[in-house]
T-cell receptor
Framework: SQQGEEDPQALSIQEGENATMNCSYK?????LQWYRQNSGRGLVHLIL?????REKHSGRLRVTLDTSKKSSSLLITASRAADTASYFC???????????FGTGTRLQVFP | DAEITQSPRHKITETGRQVTLACHQT?????MFWYRQDLGHGLRLIHY???????NKGEVSDGYSVSRSNTEDLPLTLESAASSQTSVYFC??????????FGPGTRLTVL
């Protein structure tokens, strides 16, 4: 069963706008990771945030984690057409190295 | 550069045939994973391995098997292919609970 549920399922924006995707999960975690998947390709790791961290930045990406609400958000600032992809959150629990994926958000950025 | 490769990239087979999908990584990672990706389900874990001679079932393991005889390879075998196993299959590797590195995927069609 899926650990993470993402919201929205699909998002369409114009270039230059910010895109926010949310992820909720069910059980305690060691860390939460975000991945991007371009159409027909494998997943690429974007960022990892540990359970004792609240916010993390990487370039135009900002990730927040609220363990009390069991939720995370991914913000992509000043989006580009090349950001068009599906984005997945995935969680790792304390007693395992497995990733449990959410169902993903499809982001479309129009030029 | 280290990488993870999958072969074949596309495969068409018939119901009842045995099929083996190859996965090879040069990251020297102990952890290796097999996922299937279907519309509406995200990525679901089939089997995983934490090291040589170690294999474990994931959430959708029925009809699949793996073996780990060395660090680099984790082949996935469909013992008797079924139409329900038509999917895109991804292999991944990782170092403990850190980011996973994904292969490009194998698109399998079972007729």
């Amino acid at each position: 069963s899926q650990q993470g549920e993402e919201d929205p399922q699909a998002l369409s924006i114009q270039e230059g706008e910010n895109a926010t995707m949310n992820c909720s999960y069910k059980t305690s975690i060691n860390n939460l990771q975000w991945y991007r998947q371009n159409s027909g390709r494998g997943l690429v790791h974007l960022i990892l945030i540990r359970s004792n961290e609240r916010e993390k930045h990487s370039g135009r990406l900002r990730v927040t984690l609220d363990t009390s609400k069991k939720s995370s958000s991914l913000l992509i600032t000043a989006s580009r057409a090349a950001d068009t992809a599906s984005y997945f959150c995935a969680t790792v629990s304390y007693n395992t190295d497995k990733l449990i994926f959410g169902t993903g958000t499809r982001l479309q950025v129009f030029p | 550069d280290a990488e993870i490769t999958q072969s074949p990239r596309h495969k068409i087979t018939e119901t009842g045939r045995q099929v083996t999908l190859a996965c090879h990584q040069t990251w020297n990672h102990n952890n290796m994973f097999w996922y299937r990706q279907d519309l509406g389900h995200g990525l679901r874990l089939i089997h995983y391995s934490y090291g040589v001679q170690d294999t474990n079932k994931g959430e959708v393991s029925d009809g699949y098997s793996v073996s780990r005889s060395n660090t680099e390879d984790l082949p996935l075998t469909l013992e008797s292919a079924a139409s329900s196993q038509t999917s895109v299959y991804f292999c991944a590797s990782s170092d403990r609970r850190n980011e996973q590195f994904f292969g490009p995927g194998t698109r399998l069609t079972v007729l």
